[in-house]
Structures are given as structure tokens and as C-alpha cells.
């Protein structure tokens, strides 16, 4: 007679609970009727309606534009009389020269970490550690089951 936990008894059942799973996921799929939608029909765009008082501050625009002095002043160079602005001169692009910089022999004394960084280096080790324990027993439980 073989002795089976309840834990092995769970893990040989899952293949058993994953075809379940996938056979009431598609009855899911099958009640709730998802299927692709078929594309929308292309038809020729009609441009939204224009708000009331777009269509009003417009109309109030155009009696407004009647008058002279409110279409605003012509510009300067419309103006009779006005002297040609004269032409700008053209500068040549100067060169980019690089930044001077000063160079300096340095030797570097030593480093001091930082405290974070000590700390994480320290849980970086700590959890190294775990991990061997955890990697150990893992393989001392395979080869208790397994034999």
C-alpha cells in the first residue's frame, strides 16, 4: 500500500481541476454569446451641427464687419507712404568651439559605501542564504518522494 498526503493527492488532482476550469470557462464564453463583432459600415461623414450660438456670435460677426472701424487697421506696410524696411544683414555662422577644460592627474583614496547600499548588499545576502536553504530542502523532499 502506497501512502499518499493530502498534499499529493491535491497536486495529482490538477490536471483534473484545470480541464474543469477551461470546460466552465467556455460555457462562460458560450451564455454570455461573446463573439466578434462584425466591422461598421462605412457611410459618408456628415459634419456635426453647429451650435446655435456659433451660428448667432457668426451673423453678429458679419453685421459687425460692415463698419470700418471695428474690422481693425490695415498694416503697416498697406499704409500710403511708408518707406521700404531696409534689408537685414546676413551673418556668417560662427563656429562651435568646444568648452576649454582643465585635466588633473587624481588618484582615487578609497570608497565608503553609502548606508542603503550596505543594507541592500547585507539583504542581498540574506536572501542568497534562504534561497540555498529553501534550493536544499527542496531537493532532501524530491529525494524523500521520489526516492
Not at 45 to 59: I, N, S
Not at 72 to 85: F, H, I, N, W, Y
Not at 88 to 98: E, G, H, Q
Request: aromatic letters at 18%.
Amino acid at each position: 500500500m502506497v501512502y499518499r498526503s493530502w498534499l499529493m493527492t491535491w497536486l495529482l488532482q490538477m490536471p483534473q481541476r484545470l480541464r474543469q476550469g477551461w470546460v466552465q470557462l467556455w460555457q462562460w464564453f458560450r451564455w454570455m454569446r461573446l463573439r466578434p463583432v462584425p466591422p461598421p459600415t462605412l457611410t459618408p461623414a456628415t459634419p456635426p451641427a453647429v451650435p446655435w450660438w456659433q451660428c448667432w456670435l457668426k451673423k453678429l460677426w458679419e453685421q459687425l464687419s460692415r463698419f470700418p472701424l471695428l474690422r481693425g487697421a490695415p498694416p503697416v506696410e498697406q499704409l500710403p507712404g511708408t518707406p521700404e524696411a531696409p534689408a537685414l544683414p546676413i551673418v556668417p555662422v560662427a563656429p562651435v568651439l568646444p568648452e576649454p577644460t582643465l585635466e588633473v592627474a587624481s588618484v582615487a583614496e578609497g570608497y565608503e559605501p553609502h548606508w542603503l547600499e550596505r543594507f541592500l548588499q547585507w539583504l542581498d545576502q540574506v536572501f542568497y542564504f534562504w534561497e540555498q536553504k529553501i534550493r536544499d530542502f527542496w531537493h532532501w523532499l524530491r529525494g524523500f518522494w521520489c526516492g
